[in-house]
């Protein structure tokens, strides 16, 4: 399985971005996904996750503003998120499930594929 992200950029406090990750060489529609994202100097950090059944999971302090979603048909993954802060500026990753998950997959150990990620601006 290749991913590979898009969508990230530069964009002002307040503003908003959809990020996409694209897969290919396996079937898309069976395997959880999910977003990370790292900043310089921190930890990886959840963002949120799909299951392969589209149930959704959102890390609590992003929950309302960042949104995934999934669109089997495109082999692609979705990151939409609103009302950016600055300190929502990292490297973001998108991460494939090995297999079936009927539930959103939060560890990061149990994602098989990563993409090489996307990067989030915001100014302030």
């Known amino acids: 399985v290749q991913l590979v992200e898009s969508g990230g950029g530069l964009v002002q406090a307040g503003g908003s971005l959809r990020l996409s990750c694209l897969a290919s060489?396996?079937?898309?529609?069976?395997?959880?996904m999910g977003w990370y994202r790292q900043a310089p100097g921190k930890e990886r950090e959840f963002v949120a996750a799909?299951?392969?059944?589209?149930?959704?999971y959102a890390a609590d302090s992003l929950k309302g503003r960042f949104t995934i979603s999934r669109d089997n048909a495109k082999n692609t993954a979705f990151l939409i998120m609103n009302s950016l802060k600055p300190e929502d500026s990292a490297m973001y990753y998108c991460?494939?499930?090995?297999?079936?998950?009927?539930?959103?997959?939060?560890?990061?150990?149990?994602?098989?594929?990563w993409g090489r990620g996307t990067q989030v601006t915001v100014s302030s």
């Open positions: 060489g396996s079937i898309f529609s069976t395997k959880a």
């Open positions: 799909i299951s392969s059944g589209g149930s959704t």
């Open positions: 991460a494939a499930h090995g297999g079936f998950s009927i539930v959103p997959v939060t560890n990061a150990d149990e994602y098989d594929y």
